[in-house]
């Protein structure tokens, strides 16, 4: 049950650090530096990776892709609906990640089917033991955030992302010290910025506003469509999310003073750049929310500051995404938005 929890999706925010204890325990082993995933050791090295997905799975499919491409492994994310194998080069020396929580999605089994006729190599990374996915692919890596019951994604999105950092310490055979020593830190970082989160304050302030923008860059650009999904879901107002560097390119012309920003500005995600995009928001009198690592170099250009810890540039995302995840539940909060089931959606979406 949701135990004190006013609503499951508040619950299973704050269970992410739990959740992420358990998609480590066992997978990195502090004496070699290495990471081990078990599920895949039969899998032979891929020439090139796509990964399909949908929604939420498919902001983490991003996170993972230029991960890989970061490791010098060729990674494409493609949304599960719009992949047709015949038209992208594949064969037995791709691999096909469909990332699906529920592993019953029907776009991405569909993707996942056709990706396995052609030749390729697939793997599920999901949450879900025996689910559909994990039956059709030829290996699984199961992300074991436990049972997420609200249809908003939160735990099972910060699992695909460190399950997804697993698999590309694998894949390149290769994982920075520094790196690992984050993700060792990062279920008691996730745990701080839990407990002195100031978002809920943000949403007396802003429950009015027109329209909420996200913008993020680098690694942070995915957890800014993922900030903006998880603001329209649950509290049925107009969200959009953008790489910071597309603001300008039209977004811009809906920027005023009714519509807020929640501008990720974290250290390793070119913080001075997307900070011009902040100038460029404030010069239309949109209120700026941040959300940084570096609060003494932001704090004076921006409205508001949500803090995180700072961590290794790969898992800063994750801790900023937790932020937003709370900044949208305070205001469907405020709003009286039925959190844990909004109107028209479904938690598994067996149709394509
Ligand atoms: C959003 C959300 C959806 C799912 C999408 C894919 O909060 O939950 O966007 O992420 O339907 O679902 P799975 O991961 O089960 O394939």
Redesign the pocket.
């Known amino acids: 049950g949701k135990g004190s929890y006013e609503h499951y999706m508040k619950k299973e925010i704050h269970e992410q650090s739990r959740a992420i204890q358990d998609c480590l325990r066992g997978r990195v082993d502090p004496e070699t530096n290495h990471i081990l995933l078990e599920e895949l050791a039969e899998l032979d090295l891929p020439a090139t990776v796509q990964l399909v997905?949908?929604?939420?799975?498919?902001?983490a499919a991003r996170y993972g892709a230029r991960l890989l491409r970061e490791h010098g492994i060729a990674a494409q994310t493609f949304l599960?609906s719009e992949y047709r194998a015949e038209t992208v080069p594949v064969d037995e020396e791709t691999l096909v990640i469909?990332?699906?929580?529920?592993?019953?999605?029907a776009?991405?089994m569909r993707a996942l089917r056709e990706a396995n006729g052609a030749g390729a190599v697939t793997l599920a990374l999901?949450?879900?033991v025996g689910s559909s996915?994990a039956r059709e692919c030829d290996h699984v890596c199961y992300i074991r955030a436990g049972p997420e019951i609200g249809?908003?994604?939160?735990k099972?999105?910060a699992s695909?992302q460190v399950a997804l950092a697993l698999v590309t310490g694998v894949l390149a055979e290769t994982a920075e010290p520094a790196f690992l020593q984050g993700l060792a830190e990062l279920p008691a970082q996730i745990q701080t910025v839990l407990e002195n989160s100031q978002a809920q304050a943000l949403a007396d302030a802003y429950v009015d506003s027109d329209a909420y923008f996200f913008i993020g860059r680098e690694y942070t650009a995915p957890v800014a469509l993922e900030g903006a999904?998880?603001m329209k879901?649950i509290t049925y107002k107009h969200a959009e999310g953008f790489a910071a560097g597309e603001l300008k390119h039209g977004p811009l012309a809906l920027v005023t003073e009714r519509t807020p920003v929640f501008a990720l500005l974290t250290e390793g995600s070119r913080l001075e750049k997307t900070l011009g995009n902040v100038k460029e928001v404030q010069a239309r009198g949109a209120p700026v929310i941040a959300v940084t690592d570096a609060p003494q170099t932001v704090e004076r250009y921006v409205d508001h500051v949500l803090e995180v810890p700072s961590t290794h540039p790969y898992l800063t995302p994750i801790l900023a995404n937790i932020q937003l995840q709370l900044a949208s539940y305070w205001l469907a909060n405020r709003l009286g938005r039925s959190i844990d089931k909004p109107r028209n959606?479904a938690?598994?979406?067996t149709v394509e």
Do not use: M, R
């Open positions: 997905a949908c929604g939420t799975s498919y902001h599960a469909g990332v699906t929580q529920s592993g019953e999605t776009d991405t999901t949450n879900t996915a249809v908003a994604a939160t099972t999105f695909q999904l998880k879901e959606l938690k598994s979406v």
